[in-house]
């Protein structure tokens, strides 16, 4: 039991990092090459969170880190701060797990909502006091809204598509511990 336990946690990290992969492959994509159009939402974001609040154990904070990381580099924004960041929301939301199992989805979508305007919010303010040039203040706004808009089809994509749910308030583990 203990062996497909582990076997499931790992399974699950690798379809993470598998839906990373190929969410960071379209973003690099020229799709769009033109200036002036709106941004879309960023997918990266809502997936860690929506996983965070449904299985905080299947996202361990140094994959978090590496993987936000590598997103920082290939999108050749500075490197570190917006990774950072991320972390701490997700570990925000870690923290609360136990608190977001019984929420319902609007509420849990307002508490995701909050952290994500919380980690823009962060992310201005510390470009801001270091002077590094920033897209427009509007642009990056109707990202995150964009973003906290499409956190529901992540969360559907996440419980339907890959068969990630909440568990539920006495459910325990091959190992016999309360999730």
């Known amino acids: 039991m203990i062996r497909a336990w582990i076997g ?4 699950h990290r690798l379809v993470f990092l598998a839906v990373v992969l ?8 020229p799709l769009n090459t033109t200036a002036g159009h709106v941004p879309g ?4 974001i809502c997936l860690i969170f929506a996983w965070m609040v449904r299985r905080p154990e299947y996202l361990p904070a140094p994959m978090i880190a ?9 999108l050749m924004r500075p490197p ?5 960041l991320v972390l701490v929301g997700a570990e925000f939301i870690r923290s609360r797990s136990a608190l977001t199992r019984e929420l319902s989805f609007g509420v849990e979508w307002l508490l995701v909502a909050g952290v994500m305007m919380g ?7 510390l470009l801001g006091l270091a002077f590094v040039e920033q897209p427009a203040f509007g642009m990056g706004l109707v990202q995150i809204l964009w973003s906290v808009l499409a956190y529901p089809a992540v969360v559907a994509f996440s419980r339907y598509g890959l068969d990630l749910h909440k568990p539920a308030t006495g ?9």
């Open 8 to 11: 499931e946690l790992w399974l």
């Open 22 to 29: 190929v969410l960071l492959l379209v973003r690099l994509l």
């Open 41 to 44: 939402p960023d997918l990266l």
């Open 66 to 74: 590496a993987v936000v990381l590598v997103e920082d580099l290939l």
């Open 80 to 84: 570190g701060l917006w990774a950072a």
């Open 119 to 125: 980690v823009f919010a962060a992310n201005r303010l």
């Open 171 to 179: 459910e325990i583990d091959e190992r016999g511990r309360r999730l």
